[in-house]
């Protein structure tokens, strides 16, 4: 039998992200095997790959089972970029002859049912500028999503001009017969004790978020002025309003809906920056109730104009080693879910020659599991060190007891 030796090889062997395959892996019991030892590499057999993913094919999946402590999840989230676009949580099963996938060419957005034929296409408002890196890909792709409650599918485009420090993005909402629904421009006017921030933002992710059963989703969106350090998340309603803000400063990679604490409305889970503590953060929002602008110690990167922040809860992670002498910061890249708590995933170093990534484990109270540095992290360590970047070699092992040391702004409530 085949072996694959490595996430990077499993999830080229499915042609998706890593992420996706850890994912798959939590939610999904994906079987991969690890060799002895707590920083044992992750493998995996062709034919358990094929067998498993006949399976999901044929039958519903089955209801995980409770996780044992978790084993690393190692590694670089920066491999290729996503080819196929899979069903997403909350993307619906389309009916013959709805929108299943959409392209841009020069000025117009044309879109495809399932066997590949053209639907419709819609003049844009300005050329789109196509996602690039594995973050934009996995976390803003193009939504289809019944926002009328009529069973037939709205097409959410995140439009991104060429010219991101001039141009405004905006998300476009179509109808499944391309009709333009209505259009949703982010961001405003902003200010900092130092400077006026122009309405220049990009988006960067965005996710249904469903407050009633049996309701028309609303959705969170995310979006980071250009060039500069602050970011929106919006609330819209299925109609493209805007229900609710909470600016932040630092940027978002990515976003998530889930109930944590069990009382049928889902949290808003962001992971990102805080620029102005240059490190990782992890912030949870409650959509019903979300406001304000972020607390800074640092006036330089205080939003003026903007009432205290309504946040359930707002985390910041330590530092490497490797981070602090290569890097300015480092950043959280994305949550897992698994069923009784959530993963977080920081990048710490992100080079050519290697990679530092660290995943934080959180009960849903936001009170820390475990922690676990990429079973690579040691190469990488030593290969900085013999190419005298950095001044002495260290153990990742022995950052632990530093990278326990979260840093809580907002106690969880």
């Given at each position: ?40 590499r992750v493998w995996a057999e062709e034919a358990e790959l094929r067998a498993w993913l006949a399976a999901q094919e044929s039958t519903p999946p089955p209801e995980p089972a409770r996780p044992t402590r978790r084993y690393l999840l190692p590694g670089l989230l920066v491999g290729g970029l996503v080819v196929i676009a899979l069903l997403a949580f909350f993307t619906l099963r389309r009916p013959a002859g709805m929108p299943a996938s959409v392209k841009t060419e020069g000025l117009s957005l ?304």
């Amino acid at each position: 039998m085949n072996r694959l030796e490595s996430w990077k090889e499993i999830a080229e062997f499915f042609n998706v992200s890593v992420r996706t395959v850890q994912g798959w892996e939590v939610e999904k019991a994906l079987p991969v095997h690890r060799n002895p030892g707590a920083r044992g590499r992750v493998w995996a057999e062709e034919a358990e790959l094929r067998a498993w993913l006949a399976a999901q094919e044929s039958t519903p999946p089955p209801e995980p089972a409770r996780p044992t402590r978790r084993y690393l999840l190692p590694g670089l989230l920066v491999g290729g970029l996503v080819v196929i676009a899979l069903l997403a949580f909350f993307t619906l099963r389309r009916p013959a002859g709805m929108p299943a996938s959409v392209k841009t060419e020069g000025l117009s957005l044309v879109a495809f049912d399932d066997q590949g034929a053209e639907l419709w296409r819609q003049r844009l408002p300005f050329e789109h500028h196509a996602l690039t890196t594995p973050s934009e890909v996995e976390h803003l792709r193009p939504t289809f999503l019944d926002l009328t409650g009529d069973g037939k599918p709205e097409v959410l485009f995140p439009l991104r001009g060429h010219d991101q420090r001039s141009q405004n993005s905006l998300l476009l909402c179509f109808s499944h017969d391309g009709r333009l629904l209505w259009q949703f421009e982010p961001g405003r006017v902003m200010q900092t004790p130092k400077e006026t921030h122009p309405r220049i933002y990009l988006l960067r992710a965005m996710a249904p978020v469903s407050l009633k059963p049996g309701a028309p989703p609303h959705l969170a969106l995310v979006s980071a002025q250009s060039p500069n350090f602050i970011a929106q998340v919006a609330l819209l309603d299925s109609g493209g309003h805007l229900v609710r803000e909470y600016w932040h400063s630092g940027h978002f990679s990515s976003v998530d809906a889930r109930d944590l604490d069990g009382d049928g409305t889902p949290e808003i889970v962001l992971a990102g920056l805080s620029n102005s503590y240059n490190t990782a953060t992890l912030v949870v929002l409650d959509p019903t109730r979300m406001s304000g602008a972020s607390k800074e110690t640092s006036r330089d990167y205080q939003l003026l104009g903007q009432a205290d922040p309504v946040e359930r809860a707002r985390l910041l992670f330590a530092r490497t080693q490797a981070n602090l002498f290569r890097q300015k910061y480092n950043y959280g890249h994305g949550v897992l879910f698994a069923p009784d708590h959530l993963i977080v995933m920081v990048h710490e170093l992100t080079s050519d020659r290697c990679g530092v990534s660290v995943n934080y484990h959180l009960a849903f109270n936001m009170e820390l599991r475990d922690v676990e540095i990429a079973d690579m992290s040691k190469n990488c360590y030593q290969t900085l060190y013999a190419a005298r970047l950095m001044p002495k070699l260290l153990d990742p092992q022995d950052e632990l007891p530093e990278l326990r040391k979260i840093r809580v702004l907002t106690p969880w409530h």
